[in-house]
């Protein structure tokens, strides 16, 4: 009988044991790897950091028309975190208005890269460019690669390009 009266005690002991119980393991999320190839994400954001120095700069004028060159000098960073930064002076009297004013251009900012259609769209922008000059950092900029050297193409809304940038990697 003795046996009897420990049955219950030894029945709630392994209940709550096992309520107790650890509870099992999330199982890690395999995501595979990163694409590292040529034109992937990776590669584009690994081709843009560091500094560039600005080695041309061609603008439409306001009316429209064809690119004309405008003497100007400039500064493009891209860091690890993705975010962009351009710093640009010019006194040229063919160059934009907004280029022209206060001496500095300048603009920072996330560049979220499309690599579909090689272009790059600036976002949390802080700086002094007005959003609807032909320099705009609102617009769309296309992007292409010949080594060192870097062209950066403002596209407006129709498509037409509005500006050029030619920079070159280093100081």
């Given at each position: 009988m003795g046996r009897w009266?420990?049955?219950?005690?030894?029945?709630?002991?392994?209940?709550?044991a096992g309520a107790c119980a650890a509870p099992a393991k999330p199982r890690p999320i395999t995501v595979g790897k990163v694409e590292t190839g040529?034109?992937?994400l990776e590669a584009v954001r690994r081709q843009l950091q560091?500094?560039?120095t600005l080695v041309s700069l061609e603008t439409a004028p306001a009316g429209g028309g064809a690119l004309a060159p405008v003497t100007a000098r400039g500064t493009l960073v891209y860091?690890?975190?993705g975010n962009l930064t351009i710093?640009?002076?010019t006194t040229d009297p063919a160059a934009p208005a907004?280029?022209?004013?206060?001496?500095?251009?300048?603009f920072k900012g996330r560049a979220v890269i499309d690599t579909a259609a090689s272009e790059l769209k600036l976002m949390d922008l802080t700086g002094n460019v007005d959003?609807?000059?032909?320099?705009?950092?609102?617009?769309r900029r296309r992007y292409a690669f010949t080594g060192d050297i870097l062209t950066l193409s403002s596209v407006d809304a129709?498509?037409?390009?509005?500006?050029?940038?030619?920079?070159?990697?280093g100081p």
């Open positions: 009266k420990t049955l219950p005690a030894a029945l709630v002991t392994v209940v709550v040529a034109g992937s560091g500094t560039w860091d690890d975190y710093e640009a002076t907004a280029a022209r004013q206060g001496g500095l251009m300048s959003p609807n000059a032909v320099l705009s950092p609102e617009r129709a498509g037409n390009v509005t500006a050029s940038a030619t920079w070159r990697k």
